[in-house]
Nanobody
Framework: QVQLRESGGGLVQPGGSLRLSCAASGRFFRINVMRWYRQAPGTQRELVAGINSGNSTNYADSVKGRFTISRDNAKNTVYLQMNSLKPEDTAVYRC??????????????WGQGTQVTVSS
């Protein structure tokens, strides 16, 4: 029904930047909330940032001031600009979207994830 495809992960040195993208495709009415989560080995999944249909955003305390979430509704895409990256940002980053398949039917969709590694 709804597919999410992430891109933009990779290896970066501490202090560097990466931009993740997540594009939604399929048959749906409109996208409600979009979020980025991350999970490092041996840890629980963590909400990194979210953005709703009105472009209100929220961030984990650990990334405030360094990460910026944005969305392009025309492209059904959400972005995560990550600056001043630290080794502790290393994780698999997954995209989440809460989507209206119909006006009265919300559906949760997850991407496969993209690896971000911050290391010198």
């Amino acid at each position: 029904q709804v597919q999410l495809r992430e891109s933009g992960g990779g290896l970066v040195q501490p202090g560097g930047s990466l931009r993740l993208s997540c594009a939604a495709s399929g048959r749906f009415f409109r996208i409600n909330v979009m979020r980025w989560y991350r999970q490092a080995p041996g840890t629980q999944r963590e909400l990194v940032a979210g953005i709703n249909s009105g472009n209100s955003t929220n961030y984990a305390d650990s990334v405030k001031g360094r990460f910026t979430i944005s969305r392009d509704n025309a492209k059904n895409t959400v972005y995560l600009q990550m600056n001043s990256l630290k080794p502790e940002d290393t994780a698999v980053y997954r995209c989440y979207a809460n989507v209206f398949l119909r006006l009265d039917y919300l559906y949760d969709s997850w991407g496969q994830g993209t690896q971000v590694t911050v290391s010198s």
